[in-house]
Each structure stands twice: as structure tokens, then as C-alpha cells.
């Protein structure tokens, strides 16, 4: 009696740091046969080899700038899969399609909508993934899919998003309370591996137990927290410093950085995932010690009044500057 062969793997868009610690462990597998690594987003021909019976697309995505926008989705890949004798796809979304609202539950559940700022290309894009692969199953008898939806990673290049939301607190844009999430590129790498090999269905977070308060984020991060600004305030800086290309957050983000959108885990370790890195450990692995952190209490509260004094000076003075100057360019 001869058993079944092991399905074959495309993982598409490997070439990023996710995709190299998600290779070598589907290809240590017992349940899974070949592995193939693509870097691009659609595979060549738009045809899969034959044999291959699990998709992985990963949809890693690289820091946009404002001359450059987040390029735009493949759907050959569905259309692929659709042609092919595929029965299992894992793709890895984003915490991030929930959104961003003040009326969010504490954490969001998988059976939460998905509501993603609709000023957020980068959200809105992981959604609409979300929607073609989600068709393509309903319409595939017997087909599996794996949805994956990780809070902040942080390892990988996405790792932009994090540092961009960090920043966006230090400057005093967005609510520096707000509690976030962050997962290591090795534990999202542990999750997919686990969907792929044991065809998990349905809709799964990918995040540590917990999260943390702004509070705990400067304590752990050594960087000060600034007085928040005004919301709206907040968007006008933050466009005039992102379309001049000055560090800044991008816009889109701005919501992120205001609201909660931590998720809950408990459905995807019940499954058996069991990440090997904590929040804060994931938090002070993968950013360098500041300054901040060498000083002592004393120091600390003088920097930050200090800079809270400035601040307090310099956002009316900066806003006016900024009204001033549209002023001027009008005829």
C-alpha cells in the first residue's frame, strides 16, 4: 500500500528576513515535501509546478516613502492558485485590517469586523489580500486557508511600522498611552510554519500574551514620551514633515498611533503555538539603548519638563509658521 505524497510548498515573497526563518522550518517538516522560495509576489508564467499542494504568501511589505507608495498587490497569484490543484494557502495580513478606533474592545477577537482606516493604504491593501484569497476557498471545494494576522513585528522588514508608531509617540502625535503589541519575526515565522503543516482554517492573531502601555513601552524603549498633541495638529505636522521627506510618521498612521488595535492569541495557541519571546523582551531585543536610559530619575523628570515647556512654546509657534507659509503661496 502506497501513502499519499507529501505536498509540495511555494512560499512567495521569501525574500525578506520572515522568509528566511520560515524556510528551513517547513523544509524540516515531515508533513510537507519540497519547498520552493520565491522572492517576487507572483510566481513566473503565472503557473505552479505541479505537485504543489500549500501556498504560503507572505506579503511582507517595505518602508513606503511619499515619493513612493506601497506597490500595488499581484493577483495572478489567486488566479494561479485557482488553476491549480492547490489545497491549502496560508497568507500573513495584519492586525493592522481591525483598525484603529476609539470604540475598540481591549483585545480585538478574530470574529471582530474589519475595519481598517480608510486613510491607511497599507491596511486597506492587507484587506483586500484578505478578500481575493478568502474567495478563492469559497469557491474551491475541500480548499483550506490560513489567514494570519500578526500585531507590530519587529525582526523582519516590516519592522518599519513599529519604529514609525514609536516615533510618532515621541514626537507627541498620537496618544502616548496607547497599548501596543509587538511579536519577534521568529515567533510569526513559528506560526506560519504550524498553519502550513497542519492546514489550519479560519482567521488567526499572531501575538504574545498581553501588551504594553505607553508607560511600560519608555521604561523599556529609554525613550521620553512627549505631550500629545492636538489631533489635529498632529495630522497637519505630520503631513508637512512626511511630504518633505523629514522623519516623521506617514499620515495613514497617525490613527495607529492614537487608538488601540492590540488583538488576542488564544486561538492560534490553542492550535499549539508557543511563541518564544514575551512583548518586552521582543521590545528591548530589537532596538538599541538610548541615551535616555543612562540617565537617572532626577535627570529624567528635569529632561522631560523641559521638553515639555519647549513643546508647549513651540507647537503654537510652529502652527503659526505653518499657516503663515500656506498664506503666502496663495494668489
Known amino acids: ?8 510548498v511555494l512560499v512567495v515573497g521569501a525574500g525578506g528576513t520572515l522568509g528566511r526563518r520560515l524556510v528551513p522550518l517547513l523544509e524540516a517538516s515531515p508533513r510537507l515535501g519540497a519547498v520552493v522560495a520565491l522572492d517576487d509576489d507572483a510566481p513566473p508564467g503565472d503557473v505552479l509546478a505541479p505537485g504543489t499542494g500549500v501556498v504560503v504568501h507572505l506579503d511582507r511589505w517595505s518602508c513606503p516613502t511619499p515619493s513612493e507608495e506601497l506597490p500595488a498587490q499581484a493577483r495572478r497569484l489567486v488566479e494561479a492558485a485557482t488553476r491549480s490543484e492547490v489545497g491549502h494557502v496560508v497568507v500573513v495580513s495584519s492586525a493592522a485590517v481591525y483598525g484603529a478606533w476609539p470604540d475598540n474592545p481591549i483585545p480585538l477577537c478574530e470574529d471582530a469586523a474589519l475595519r481598517p482606516n480608510p486613510e491607511s493604504d497599507y491596511a486597506l491593501a492587507k484587506a483586500e489580500n484578505e478578500r481575493r484569497w478568502g474567495a478563492w476557498a469559497a469557491g474551491r471545494e475541500g480548499a483550506t486557508l490560513s489567514v494570519l494576522r500578526p500585531a507590530l513585528v519587529v525582526g523582519d522588514e516590516e519592522q518599519w511600522l513599529a519604529v514609525g508608531l514609536r516615533a510618532a509617540t515621541r514626537w507627541g502625535i498620537g ?11 521568529d515567533d510569526l515565522a513559528a506560526a506560519v510554519a504550524l498553519a502550513a ?3 489550519l482554517d479560519g482567521v488567526y492573531n499572531v501575538a504574545p500574551e498581553g501588551w504594553l502601555d505607553g508607560s511600560e513601552v519608555q521604561v523599556l524603549a529609554g525613550a521620553p514620551l512627549r505631550p500629545p498633541v492636538p489631533p489635529a495638529l498632529a495630522a497637519l505636522v505630520s503631513r508637512w514633515r512626511w511630504g518633505r521627506e523629514v522623519c516623521g510618521v506617514a499620515p495613514e498612521w497617525v490613527a495607529y498611533a492614537t487608538h488601540s488595535w492590540v488583538v488576542a492569541g488564544d486561538r492560534l495557541r490553542a492550535e499549539g503555538w508557543t511563541p518564544q519571546h514575551t512583548g518586552p523582551e521582543t521590545l528591548v531585543g530589537s532596538y538599541p539603548v538610548s541615551p535616555w536610559t543612562r540617565l537617572g530619575p532626577k535627570a529624567r523628570r528635569i529632561t522631560t519638563l523641559g521638553t515639555g515647556a519647549a513643546l508647549g512654546l513651540g507647537a503654537p509657534v510652529g502652527a503659526l509658521a505653518l499657516v503663515r507659509r500656506r498664506r503666502s503661496r496663495r494668489p
Open 197 to 199: 503543516e497542519r492546514s
Open 175 to 185: 496618544n502616548p498611552d496607547v497599548p501596543v503589541q509587538f511579536v519577534h519575526v
Open 1 to 8: 500500500m502506497t501513502s499519499e505524497p507529501l505536498p509540495n
